[in-house]
């Protein structure tokens, strides 16, 4: 008898948890290298340094990479599994011995194969997954084969890691918005249980932002629905539910919708003696996101 058999929402959550830690230590590589190059100007960073510094941080963006494909490898079994799991193991020739005779896990069943998920998942999902997203898939998959079975895996940079891993989000794991998800996800780690969660969102607020910078304008838009071409404020709810003890530098991240301004904002002088225009929420200057800030 087949015991602990896995559910289409346990499929689907382990999948995010390697998604995330993949997310983790992409925004990690990039915060180590701006943390070091910070107090550097543009001439003090030659540029073998640059390259060397990435050439040394490839095992971990491999490593997020590979964590990619594994959480889509999870999360396409959770789809089927919605169906039935038992799609997901093979013809009674393939099981365990004594399966019939006594109880038998479920995690000792080999699985479908990663080359025959989509096919599966197609057959039996009401909602195929279409061609760009299989192109895609098979790409990671090879990607992945390279890392885990060849001496020389190629090169990740941070771009081609963070656009990976956002259309691996997009396609599987959108049914909440990735920067909320991101929240909720800040307010369940291994340090919310010890009581540091008072720093979530500014976190999130820096990765967000950090992976925009990685992203070309379509993609930005396409991802987060940041458009390069508006105006960027400081986000006003996300101000007031940081922590504001110790962040002076906030990113830009809101953005008006329409060019009519809203009934609670109005463009004024936020510091006369500069005379600079600027947009006014909440008593706060909401400054472009290309002006340095003046607070009032």
């Not at 998604?19 to 290298?33: E, G, K």
């Amino acid at each position: 008898m087949i015991i602990d058999i896995p559910t289409a929402g346990e499929f689907h959550a382990a999948g995010l948890k390697q998604v995330h830690l993949a997310w983790q230590i992409a925004m990690d590589s990039v915060h180590d290298y701006d943390g070091a190059t910070y107090y550097k100007l543009a001439d003090e960073t030659p540029e073998e340094a640059v390259e060397e510094f990435w050439q040394r941080s490839q095992p971990a963006l491999a490593n997020a990479y590979s964590l990619i494909q594994q959480g889509m490898e999870l999360a396409l079994k959770g789809r089927i599994a919605a169906v039935s799991p038992y799609l997901l193991i093979g013809g009674p020739k393939d099981w365990p011995k004594g399966t019939a005779t006594g109880p038998v896990s479920f995690g000792e069943f080999r699985t479908l194969d990663a080359t025959d998920l989509i096919p599966v998942h197609n057959s039996v999902v009401a909602s195929p997954l279409d061609e760009p997203f299989k192109t895609f898939w098979e790409q990671v998959r090879r990607d992945r084969n390279k890392i885990m079975h060849s001496s020389a895996p190629g090169t990740f940079t941070p771009e081609q890691v963070v656009k990976t891993l956002l259309t691996a989000i997009e396609a599987l794991f959108s049914e909440v918005p990735w920067a909320q998800r991101l929240i909720e996800l800040e307010d369940e780690s291994k340090f919310a249980s010890l009581g540091f969660v008072d720093n979530a969102r500014n976190h999130v607020l820096r990765q967000i932002a950090t992976a925009i910078r990685h992203l070309k304008p379509a993609e930005a838009k396409r991802f987060f629905g940041y458009d390069d071409d508006r105006r960027g404020y400081v986000c006003p709810h996300c101000y007031f539910a940081s922590n504001r003890d110790w962040q002076d530098d906030w990113p830009r991240l809101a953005q008006l919708t329409t060019k009519a301004l809203l009934p609670s904002v109005r463009r004024d002088d936020c510091y006369r003696a500069r005379a600079v225009r600027s947009d006014r929420m909440q008593g706060r200057c909401h400054r472009r996101r290309d002006l340095p800030d003046v607070h009032t």
